[in-house]
Structure formats: C-alpha cells, structure tokens
Nanobody, 115 residues
C-alpha cells in the first residue's frame, strides 16, 4: 500500500514562508514523478507543482517564482518551499504521484495565510 504523509503546514502572515514535507512509503518513490496539490474551501483540488525523478520541475503559473519543489530520493521525501505567500494560497496541501493515484491521497497539511 502506497502512502504519503504531508507535514509542515501552519498559519503564516502574507509574505511569509513555509516548507512542506512529504514522506512516501514503498520503494517506488525514486522512479516516479511527484506532484504537490492543494484544495481550497469550495474549490477543486489542483496541481501546483511537480518534480520528476531527475529533479525537473513544473509549476502552476500563479505560484511560479514563489514555490520551489525538491526531492531526496534516498529519503523517499519531497519538499515544497513556499515563499511570498498570499492569502489565496490558503488550502490543504497534498502530495501524490503525477498523475495522482486515487488510493494514495494522504491527510494533507493545512496552510493558512492571513492578510
């Protein structure tokens, strides 16, 4: 059973930073593309960043230049560094494969950005 566990969320003022972590179970982590997703209240879950096995990244336009995805394959861990946070970044953040596995969703970590 594949499992992702996210951490690092919290309450931060606009302009602040947070670093999210995602630990994955199983031996597949190093051979799969990882995505960071978020779901704001009343909205659909969306992909905000993705990183492939070689470290190449893609970002949703609205977070480009502010968010940085990285990974440590030896630790089965992915990270999302979020800088210059805005109130519209408020959401529950998840990691999963990209494209996502329906059975792989974890609990997510809440990020709240106050204005």
């Amino acid at each position: 059973q594949v499992q992702f566990v996210e951490s690092g969320g919290g309450l931060v003022q606009a302009g602040g930073s947070l670093r999210l972590s995602c630990v994955a179970s199983g031996k597949f982590f190093s051979i799969t593309r990882i995505g960071w997703y978020r779901q704001a209240p009343g909205k659909e879950r969306e992909l905000v960043a993705a990183i492939n096995i070689g470290g190449f990244t893609n970002y949703k336009y609205s977070v480009k230049g502010r968010f940085t995805a990285s990974r440590e394959n030896a630790k089965n861990t992915a990270y999302l560094q979020m800088n210059s946070l805005k109130p519209e970044d408020t959401a529950v953040y998840y990691c999963n494969t990209d494209p996502p596995g329906n059975d792989y969703w974890g609990q997510g970590t809440q990020v709240t950005v106050s204005s």
